[in-house]
């Protein structure tokens, strides 16, 4: 390849690899099941990435492909845990990867979020901030809104489904 | 929701908030191996709280570079932690963060691509810059405001990057900025090849150079390559889109607008220092040569070079063109004559060199005289002959093509091999437009016809 053709190639590289991040978060978060290192694990799948970069074929979605690092990555983290830290067995892992996999969603969805984000009600919105903004906890939010802790943590769990919901169609709608 | 959503959504918020208990965890697990129904509902859960911790800015607080860092200098007050969304509009400063170089990819060339991270980079020169940044220190980098003064700075990737007020530039990573605002030159060795800028209409990247972006004025951004090459893509166009990028090489400048059109930038003029460079007009009020332009716009709109006017600029070894590295010196150890010597000087583009039709515009802003430097292996054109006066003298062309015969440099060893240039003057009275020819002396039929010829230069200096 000419020297032109291969940065190039890699600037696309770097592109979707920048893309995926997203993404990739979300797939470790998932199958570490909430544990503290996702973003740890990311940055080792971001290295094995890019040690392979000369590997990607442009014409193929790069997800699916970074997805299958990812998931090596996280297996070897795993293994490296001590047993009281929880994580899913390989077994377990191969299953909730699949399904990601099945509905990738594609590189917009952080795009859609913000979106959807839009959509929601103030009061929402200003939970979604507590949480994932500021990091404050579910019980000081719960108190300081004059509500039980689980009716915040149902509102949250109510208010993921719905923007899972609107991300789908939001994406499904750009498709079309 | 169902009974068993219920503990499904309670197990989850355990798991989500950090607070899951060994019992809990057990209990998920085997609901998630119970059936493919779970499974679904709890990807599309957590994707979407990741989605939101990710989007939110809160997974840069776990991450190693913030966590395993320790204190934070003095200066920084609390770390940001600002959703990356929103800071982009809002409060911004220095963070030099002490963040130990956790996040740097080493085997891979100090590439980082986890947005969170703080850019590692050592301060090469601040200039009447506000904050307190001192040469030599070591500094991590996210997002800089500059209100004023100029702050260089060397990434780790080996990009210099000088940074000219008032500015707001955010470092995604070691081979990444983002210029919302004010002007950046970045000098990018071999090593950081790919670097890139990008701006709210345009990314340009590097294949090994030195270049320029101005985003000062919202409405554009200019981009200027002074030496090597870059690649600039449409920010509107498909990212993958090889079609939509359009190369500039060194000399060249584009103004990509808020449509995404595109125009030449047909002046660049210049500072005491390379990196003092604007597409404005901006000359310090002595100034004589102000704008130069030429009749090739309809001709050739494709043509992106660009005129580079450097006040006060003709001395040893000044760069002749820009588009090539060729130099003007004195022909012998004496150097180039007393009288030229601090002349505002043009550098033309040699793209130009075989040109027998086209005509330049110079406006000089005061009474001068105006000094055309001319290729002397050919007669000269009608134009130089008739409304010029031969001065005689002769000065040194640097870097010849041996093929083309060369003087041996006598000078005090500055140049290597030099080519005589014969200086042409003319006296300008009153302020105002003087028309220049062609550099090629004669209309050819062929290209076998063509001789080797050089663009010609203009300096200019204060009517005595």
């Known amino acids: 390849m000419a020297m032109d053709e291969r940065t190039t190639a890699l600037s696309f590289f770097v592109e979707r690899l920048t893309g995926a991040q997203s993404q990739l978060y979300a797939f470790i978060a998932s199958l570490l099941a909430g544990a503290s290192d996702a973003a740890d694990v990311l940055q080792e799948t971001n290295k094995a990435l890019w040690q392979k970069a000369a590997e990607y074929d442009p014409t193929r979605p790069f997800l699916p492909w970074a997805f299958s690092f990812a998931r090596m990555q996280v297996m070897a ?39 959807c984000l839009q959509k929601l009600p103030s009061g929402q919105r200003e939970v979604l901030a507590a949480k994932y903004e500021r990091g404050e906890a579910v019980n000081d939010i719960a108190a300081r809104e004059g509500k039980a802790a689980n009716a915040v943590s149902a509102l949250l769990y109510r208010v993921r489904a719905a923007l899972a919901e609107c991300i789908e169609q939001t994406l499904t709608k750009e498709v079309a | 929701m169902n009974e068993r959503e219920m503990e499904f959504a309670e197990l989850l918020a355990a798991v989500t908030e950090g607070r899951a208990d060994e019992a809990q965890r057990r ?37 190693p570079g913030f966590s395993r860092s320790g204190a934070w200098p003095a200066e920084t007050g609390t770390p940001n932690r600002e959703p990356f969304w929103r800071g982009i509009g809002g409060h911004r400063r220095w963070l030099p963060i002490a963040v130990a170089a956790v996040l740097v990819l080493g085997t891979v060339g100090g590439w980082m691509l986890n947005r969170p991270a703080a850019v590692r980079a050592e301060v090469v020169e601040a200039r009447n810059v506000a904050n307190t940044f001192q040469a030599g220190s070591r500094v991590s980098l996210r997002t800089l ?149 030429d009749s090739m716009e309809g001709a050739q709109p494709s043509l992106r070079n660009f005129y580079r006017i450097v006040p006060g600029g003709l001395r040893e070894d000044a760069r002749a063109y820009a588009d090539s590295p060729h130099e003007w010196n004195g022909l012998d150890a004496s ?5 030229m010597l601090g002349a505002d000087l043009v550098q033309t583009f040699n793209t130009d060199q075989f040109n027998w039709f086209m005509h330049l515009t110079v406006t000089v802003a005061r009474p001068c005289v105006l000094y055309v430097l001319a290729d002397r292996r050919n007669p000269p054109p009608a134009w130089l002959r008739e409304r010029f006066t031969d001065t005689g003298v002769d000065i040194g062309w640097e870097y010849a093509d041996p093929a083309h015969g060369i003087v041996a440099a006598k000078g005090s060893g500055r140049g290597r091999t030099l080519f005589p240039f014969r200086v042409w003057k003319l006296e300008v009275r009153q302020p105002g437009e003087v028309k220049l020819g062609p550099p090629y002396f004669e209309k050819f039929k062929g290209p076998a016809d063509v001789r080797p010829n050089w663009m010609y230069g203009i300096a200019a200096k204060p009517l005595p």
Do not use: C
């Not at chain 1, 845990?81 to 067995?89: E, I, T, Y």
């Not at chain 2, 950046?184 to 345009?202: D, N, R």
């Open chain 1, 77 to 115: 983290h795993r293994k490296r845990l001590s047993r009281d830290r929880l994580v899913f067995d390989d077994e377990l892992i191969g299953q909730l990867a699949d399904v990601f996999e099945r509905n990738e969603g594609g590189e917009r969805q952080l795009q859609a979020l913000e979106t």
């Open chain 2, 27 to 63: 209990r998920l697990e085997s609901l998630l191996r119970e059936s493919a129904e779970w499974r679904e509902l709890y990807v599309r859960q957590m994707r979407v709280h990741a989605l939101l911790e990710f989007h939110g800015g809160r997974e840069m607080v776990r991450s």
């Open chain 2, 145 to 293: 405001q500059l209100a004023s003064g100029t702050l260089r700075v060397r990434l780790d990737s080996g990009a210099l990057v000088n940074v000219i007020a008032p500015a707001e530039v955010e470092f995604l990573d070691a081979m990444r900025l983002r210029v919302r605002r004010g002007k950046v030159t970045a000098e990018v060795g071999s090593a950081a090849k790919g670097f890139s800028i990008e701006t709210a209409q345009a990314r340009v990247v590097d294949l090994g150079t030195k270049f320029g972006v101005d985003a000062s004025d919202s409405n554009h951004t200019d981009i200027i390559v002074f030496q090597g090459e870059v690649r600039v893509f449409n920010k509107a166009a498909s990212k993958s889109d090889a079609a939509s990028a359009e190369k500039l090489t060194t000399g060249q400048a584009l103004r990509v607008d808020k449509s995404r059109r595109l125009f030449r930038i047909v002046n660049v003029t210049s500072g005491g220092r390379e990196e003092d460079w604007s597409t404005r007009g901006a000359l310090p009020p002595e100034t004589i040569i102000t704008a130069v332009r």
């Open chain 2, 335 to 339: 150097g180039l004559p007393g009288w």
